[in-house]
C-alpha cells in the first residue's frame, strides 16, 4: 500500500501529466470561447464540465488499474518514453480523438517491429532499443483493447453530456448550425514493470515493490465529432454502437494473438484504420444527411439550452423548434423576445420535436426571467435585420427599456430615430447577446449614452 502511495505522489512529477492537463483546460475552455463568438454566451459553465470529465476520468483510471494489474500488463521504462513521444507528436491534430491513447498505443505496436535492437554507439539509446526488443506485444495488445474498451464505455455514458452549438457554413453558404461531441479524459491508472534489467527505480515513474513495480500513467481518451442532421443523444448512441463493433473485432484478432503474437499488428492497424474511419464516415454522412439545425420559414431552431434557466425549467431541448410563444406565431428572435415581456406571469410554447410532433410547454415565470430565457436559437435567414450570429437587435433593447419603465431618458429626436431605423434595417452591427440581463446592461451604458446625447445637443 505504501508503495501504491508513493506511486500516487510521483504521479504529478511526470511532465506528460501537466502537458495532458493543459490541452484538458484549453480545449474546454476554447469551446467556451467558440460559443461566446458565436452566440455571445455560454452554453455550458465550464467548471461543471471539467468537473464532470475529470470524474468520469478517475472512475476509467480506477478501472484501467484494476484491468492492467489483472492482466499483468508490463510496460518498461523505454516503452513509457516512447509512448510520451509519439503523445506529444500526435498533438498537432488538434482534434480531440486524435489525443487519445488508443491512437497511440497502436502506433507503438505497429512502429516496435521496425526498430533495431542497437548498434548505435550512444549506450543510453542503446539500452532503450534493448528494453524495447524485450517488450511483450500480447501486452500491448491487452492495453490497446482494454482502452478501446473503456473509450467505448465513456462514449456510452459521458459522450452526448454537455454537447457544444457552434455555427458553420453549408455547401451553398448558409449559416448552418452543428452540435459538437467533444470529450476527453485523462484517467490515472496503475500497470506493472518488470524490474529486472531497469534503473533508476527510485525515482518516478518506476516504484519496486518486490519482484514487480507499479508505474502509474496519465492516459488520455477522447472523442470528436460533429453533429448536424441528429441529436447529441441519437448520434451518441450511433457512434457508440459503431465503436462497440470495432471493440468486438479487436477483441477476436486479440484472442488470436495469444497464439498467433503477428496478429497484434493486425490488431493495431485495425483499431488505428477503424476508429477514424468511423468518426470520418460518421461526420460524412452528417454532411450529407437533412439538417436539423437549418434556418426554417416558420419558427426559431434550438441550438442550446442554458443550465438553471427558463428554458431548462420548461424541458425542452436542442434540435425542436419554436413555433408559437403564448400562442402566437413567431418567425425571427425579434418576435419571441417582444412576446415573452408581454406577459409577465407565464409563458407557453408550442414546439416541434425532432419526430415532428407539437408539443405544449408551460411555466410561470418570476420578475426578469425573460432575460435569461436559455435559448441559445439558430441565427435568423439572412433575409432579416438580426445578425447571422443570433443575437438581439437593439430594437428589442428599446422596447425592453419602454416596458421597464427606465429612468433613462428617451431620446426621441429624429436623430435618434434614423438610427434606430438604420438598426431596424440591419445597417448596424450594433448588438447585444440573448442571454444579458438587460437591467444590468442598462445600468451599465445609460450614463455613457446620457453623456453622449448631452455632447451632442452642444
Not at 464532470?52 to 521504462?77: P, R, Y
Not at 516504484?207 to 472523442?223: R, Y
Not at 407565464?346 to 435569461?372: C, F, I, T, W
Request: glycine residues 10%; contains cysteine; proline residues 4%.
Amino acid at each position: 500500500m505504501q508503495e501504491l502511495l508513493l506511486g500516487a505522489g510521483r504521479f504529478f512529477l511526470h511532465p506528460l501529466t501537466y502537458i495532458a492537463a493543459a490541452v484538458f483546460l484549453l480545449a474546454i475552455f476554447a469551446g467556451i470561447r467558440r460559443e461566446r463568438r458565436h452566440f455571445h454566451t455560454r452554453a455550458h459553465d465550464g467548471i461543471t464540465v471539467l468537473l464532470t470529465q475529470a470524474a468520469f476520468g478517475l472512475g476509467a483510471g480506477a478501472a484501467a488499474s484494476i484491468l492492467l494489474v489483472g492482466t499483468g500488463v508490463t510496460l518498461s521504462s523505454a516503452l513509457l518514453l516512447m509512448m510520451t513521444v509519439i503523445w506529444l507528436l500526435q498533438l498537432p491534430f488538434r482534434r480531440l480523438r486524435a489525443f487519445s491513447f488508443t491512437v497511440t498505443t497502436s502506433v507503438v505496436i505497429l512502429i516496435l517491429p521496425m526498430l533495431p535492437g542497437g548498434g548505435t554507439g550512444t549506450v543510453w539509446l542503446d539500452d532503450q532499443l534493448a528494453l524495447l526488443q524485450e517488450t511483450d506485444l500480447f501486452s500491448l495488445g491487452v492495453l490497446l483493447v482494454t482502452l478501446l474498451f473503456l473509450e467505448t464505455v465513456l462514449l456510452a455514458m459521458d459522450g452526448a453530456r454537455h454537447p457544444s452549438p457552434s455555427l458553420t457554413r453549408s455547401p451553398r453558404g448558409k449559416v448552418v448550425g452543428e452540435q459538437l461531441l467533444r470529450r476527453m479524459w485523462i484517467m490515472p491508472a496503475f500497470a506493472l514493470y518488470p524490474v529486472g534489467g531497469m534503473s533508476g527505480t527510485g525515482a518516478w515513474p518506476l516504484l519496486e515493490a518486490g519482484g514487480f513495480g507499479f508505474v502509474l500513467l496519465p492516459l488520455v481518451l477522447g472523442i470528436d465529432a460533429s453533429v448536424r442532421g441528429d441529436t447529441p443523444l441519437s448520434a451518441k448512441r450511433r457512434l457508440t454502437g459503431r465503436m462497440t463493433l470495432l471493440l468486438l473485432s479487436a477483441g477476436v484478432l486479440l484472442a488470436a494473438g495469444w497464439f498467433y503474437p503477428i496478429v497484434v499488428l493486425v490488431l493495431a492497424g485495425v483499431v488505428l484504420a477503424g476508429r477514424e474511419l468511423l468518426f470520418s464516415m460518421f461526420e460524412s454522412g452528417e454532411r450529407t444527411r437533412a439538417g436539423v439545425y437549418v434556418p426554417r420559414n416558420k419558427g426559431l431552431v434550438l441550438m442550446g439550452i442554458i443550465p438553471g434557466t427558463t428554458a431548462e425549467k420548461l424541458g425542452m431541448e436542442t434540435g425542436e423548434v419554436v413555433l408559437r410563444v403564448n400562442g402566437k406565431f413567431i418567425r425571427t428572435q425579434r418576435d419571441f423576445y417582444r412576446i415573452m415581456q408581454e406577459q409577465a406571469t407565464y409563458v407557453k410554447l408550442e414546439v416541434l420535436d425532432y419526430q415532428g410532433e407539437k408539443r405544449m410547454l408551460q411555466a410561470s415565470r418570476y420578475e426578469h426571467d425573460h432575460y435569461l430565457a436559455g435559448c441559445l436559437f439558430l441565427p435568423d435567414n439572412e433575409d432579416q435585420p438580426l445578425s447571422r450570429r443570433g443575437l438581439r437587435s437593439s430594437t428589442v433593447i428599446h422596447e425592453d427599456r419602454r416596458r421597464l419603465g427606465s429612468d433613462e431618458e428617451t431620446d426621441d429626436t429624429p436623430a435618434a430615430e434614423e438610427e434606430a431605423g438604420r438598426q431596424e434595417s440591419g445597417d448596424s452591427e450594433l448588438v447585444y447577446g440573448q442571454a444579458a440581463g438587460m437591467k444590468a446592461f442598462m445600468e451599465e451604458h445609460a450614463p455613457k449614452r446620457r453623456r453622449r446625447d448631452r455632447s451632442s445637443d452642444e
